[in-house]
T-cell receptor, first 113, second 118 residues
Framework: NAGVTQTPKFQVLKTGQSMTLQCAQDMNHEYMSWYRQDPGMGLRLIHYSVGAGITDQGEVPNGYNVSRSTTEDFPLRLLSAAPSQTSVYFC????????????FGNGTRLTVT | AQKVTQAQTEISVVEKEDVTLDCVYETRDTTYYLFWYKQPPSGELVFLIRRNSFDEQNEISGRYSWNFQKSTSSFNFTITASQVVDSAVYFCALSEGVLTGGGNKLTFGTGTQLKVEL
């Protein structure tokens, strides 16, 4: 089982560029989410989805868009990258809408110059 | 709003020492879940344990043990006889109950960097 797969692993963008971070899971999990990890700040929730066609904002949603057209995929879009979005991004999924543990991808390290 | 505090930013110990990582949480909900995750130097996040607010029994898994005390809103993690492979960042996290709209938002602490040296 691949679990949660994130691509790319590393990315460098210039300010103002756009890009999409990809996330796919093969566990048939209903719930998927995106977190960013910054030094001294732990992980903060950006957006989450409880099923195909349903998305909602987390703690730090500004500057990011998401959509959930299939159960498997949950891409994160940066429409106009800013240096403040330099971070490590983690996609995570879990079974159902309850309090099951999250399964994390290996992360995408994004640098915006 | 829920909050998790890990006051220890970094801890260094010598191998075979015991070490306790502190976690203090805040929530208004009576039903909630607490988690610990490990992030080794390779960067992935690994689930260690989940505990719900109705189960205050301590848990032991090999060299790992967890002490949950609702009276002090703490969920501390102890590693006995630490090893170099325990070197990692450890995160404590809180999720409120599903019935009150929780379950969708996991709040993490800022993490504790544990360094175990020979």
């Amino acid at each position: 089982n691949a679990g949660v797969t994130q691509t790319p692993k590393f990315q460098v963008l210039k300010t103002g560029q756009s890009m999409t971070l990809q996330c796919a899971q093969d566990m048939n999990h209903e719930y998927m989410s995106w977190y960013r990890q910054d030094p001294g700040m732990g992980l903060r929730l950006i957006h989450y989805s409880v099923g195909a066609g349903i998305t909602d904002q987390g703690e730090v949603p500004n500057g990011y868009n998401v959509s959930r057209s299939t159960t498997e995929d949950f891409p994160l879009r940066l429409l106009s990258a800013a240096p403040s979005q330099t971070s490590v991004y983690f996609c995570a999924s879990k079974k159902g809408r309850g309090n099951s543990p999250l399964h994390f991808g290996n992360g995408t390290r994004l640098t915006v110059t | 709003a829920q909050k998790v505090t890990q006051a220890q930013t970094e801890i260094s110990v010598v191998e075979k020492e015991d070490v306790t990582l502190d976690c203090v949480y805040e929530t208004r909900d009576t039903t909630y879940y607490l988690f610990w995750y490990k992030q080794p130097p390779s960067g992935e996040l690994v689930f260690l344990i989940r505990r719900n607010s109705f189960d205050e029994q301590n848990e032991i898994s090999g060299r790992y043990s967890w002490n949950f005390q609702k009276s002090t809103s703490s969920f501390n993690f102890t590693i006995t006889a630490s090893q170099v492979v325990d070197s990692a960042v450890y995160f404590c996290a809180l999720s409120e109950g599903v019935l009150t709209g929780g379950g969708n938002k996991l709040t993490f602490g800022t993490g504790t960097q544990l360094k175990v040296e020979l």
